[in-house]
């Protein structure tokens, strides 16, 4: 075990040596082990696991535990943290281990058993919460934990007496300074073999009965998703004068296919005046948005607000005093929820610190930061980061601004030839990342006789998705009638570095009726297009790489520029097929679906995407509706993983008729190249 004073001597002899790579392999046992040829490192296999449950504690402390669990689990993982309730256990991955473990009812009793291992204490600025991500890397760099003042202050005292290394308080404007003084002052220090994106909060949870007090008065009843409903609503409020205010929510009726309430303008009139008319999205929007939650507005429809799947928003309404009649005019369409309280909720967007992956950011000596790809100062020190390091480096965890932050950031990471990796709520990487997993690779179904029938193959999304990987997919693989009908789960290869004993799960239990394929775009989240020409083929080699591990012999791409959908280039296709040689190729994300053959060699298919049962039949049924019996038909369903579940996708099979054969991937690829004369795999 190395002690204190080994590890500062060994920090300080790296640093100002100018050395870049902090986290590579020191070819010992109980090192963290990086070889050149290999996409993420490995930690050593753990003998003994302490494990705290720090769900209840607050965020402050979840980051204090996770910095102590990056510096001792990088000499070998030892610490592991049980932070936030997920779909699969508590203890399921932990069980699946067969390492043994010991339950620490007092957390805190770890730092004092590995104060020793620890140099002392990074304070962060609670007024500039950027500068937590900035403490994170100086953390991994000192081998120090991160602390608010508060907690800065117990653990100098006794029984810790940890010393103050930096503190923050004051250093920093706002997160930009924070980020540029980071860039300045550390990144030389930092690994360049990976970046960590994470955002330095999370929102507080809010209670369970925090809207009870609202009732609905206007719900869609029936899936729309073409405005075909717009109109303007008008409800009368009336009975809910006489307190302070009144809230208005407003909520997706339909959460499962993301196709909520849109909004385009409010008109509230108190006894037949108007107290407040404005168009979501504009400025006066602001004096009334009581809550946004995880709602968006944009220009599109001369200004709308829209909230989709469980997001909400909520409007504060206050009228004059003795108004007796109050009316709220919504000009509004799709499927849209409205309930209205005049007891005020707590409102969403508290903050607080979080732990997910700084463990493995501190064990790698990584450099944290967080910077929107669609604000222009932000962006330019972002591209500066991505044009300092090497192509085909990864970036660990994501971006603000829901999608279009994910469309607009993993564009910018492709063009600077950086894949992305989805793993901002991803826990215990530190453990999970050297806990070994047999790797069975699967075997290969005969396909059906081709004739001619509707070829049909349901994919689930989101497999690039780590996390995904590590919580909801696993919910998903428990569901009861999985295996009951074929289905393509996307899958990251990575994994195969990441969590090896997670994938290995999956390969061992899938039945005949399961096949992992590799999520977009491959080894790693991409675009093509955007990615530089000239160093595609090492991703395009890497993905191959990785699949070859794995076994994996599909691919599921997105590909967008500006975030549309493109096709790909005979030169990207090419490379695909040079470097990786897969069954077929499923693509975008979609609202129809084409088969074609890539530089006369691929089979390329176009996802029909769908997120409920109901939209499933409406769309199968579009996409089939002109098919006359004479030739085969191949139709490749998307189906959105965090609506869409195995029973589900059964539910939809058992709706099809006779003409229909519902195949697993390979199957299904099988089928194409045999129609369109192409040689088999």
Known sequence: MIRKIFLISLTLFLVFSGSTIYAQSLNSEGKVKWPADQALPTFSKPKHLDVIDIQKSSGEEKILFAS???????????????????????????????????????????????????????????????????ATTLAGLESALVASPELAEKLSAKPYKLKVIEDFRGKFKDGLDAYQWQYDNLWSKTTHRMLIGLDPTKNIPLPGDNFKSFKTILEETKELRDSSNRDV??????????????????????????????????????????????????????????????SNSDERFDGHRWADGGSYFVYEFKAPENTQELVVSLD???????????????????????????????ANRAMVFWLESNIPEEKELFEKILSDVKPNTPYLGWFGNDVAGEFSGTEIASKHGVYVLAADWFNNMTVFSSAKGKIVKQKPLKAPKLDNKIYITFTLGEGDNLQYNQHHMRFLWDNERRGSVPINWTTSPLLYDVA????????????????????????????????????????????????????????????????????????????????????????????????????????????????????????????????????????AMGMLAWSINPADIEEIVKSLGPEFEVVRGDQYFKLVREANGLPKK
């Not at 997706?252 to 385009?264: I, M, R, S, T, V």
């Not at 499927?335 to 997910?356: R, T």
């Open 332 to 362: 509004m369409w799709n499927q849209f929820k409205v309930s209205v309280s005049n007891e005020k909720p707590l409102a969403s967007g508290q903050k607080e610190p979080y732990g997910f992956l700084r463990d493995y950011a501190i």
């Open 233 to 294: 609503y008008n409800l009368n409020l009336s009975e809910y004068l006489g307190k302070e205010a009144v809230y208005l929510r407003f909520q997706d009726a339909f959460p499962a296919d993301g196709w909520g309430p849109a909004l385009h303008e409010v008109t509230v009139k108190a006894d037949g005046q108007i107290i407040a008319q404005f168009i979501p999205g504009t400025e006066g929007e602001e004096p009334y948005l009581y809550d946004r939650d995880g």
């Open 500 to 635: 090896p004993s997670i994938l290995g799960y999956y390969q061992q239990t899938a039945t005949e009726n399961d096949l992992l394929i590799a999520g977009p775009s491959g080894a790693g989240y991409i675009y093509p297009t955007p990615w530089p020409d000239d160093t595609f083929h090492l991703y395009a080699k890497q993905t191959g790489k990785y699949m070859k591990k794995t076994g994996m012999d599909i691919i599921y791409a997105l590909n967008r520029v500006d975030g549309k959908d493109v096709l790909l280039s005979d030169f990207k296709a090419q490379n695909y097929i040079d470097y990786v040689n897969p069954k077929g190729l499923f693509i975008g994300w979609d609202n129809y679906t084409e088969t074609t053959i890539l530089n006369g060699k691929l089979p390329q298919s176009i996802l029909l995407s769908s997120s409920s049962v109901g939209q499933a039949k409406e769309e199968i049924a579009k996409a089939t509706s002109k098919w006359n019996g004479e030739s085969p038909l191949f139709i």
């Open 68 to 134: 102590l669990q990056g510096n001792v689990n990088r000499e070998r993982p030892r610490i592991y943290l049980y932070e936030d309730k997920f779909g699969e256990g508590k203890f399921t991955w932990l069980n699946d281990f067969k390492v043994p473990y010991t339950i620490v009812e007092k957390p805190w009793d770890l730092i004092m058993k590995y104060k020793n291992e620890v140099s002392g204490i990074v304070v962060y600025d609670p007024l500039v919460p950027d500068s937590i991500n900035v």
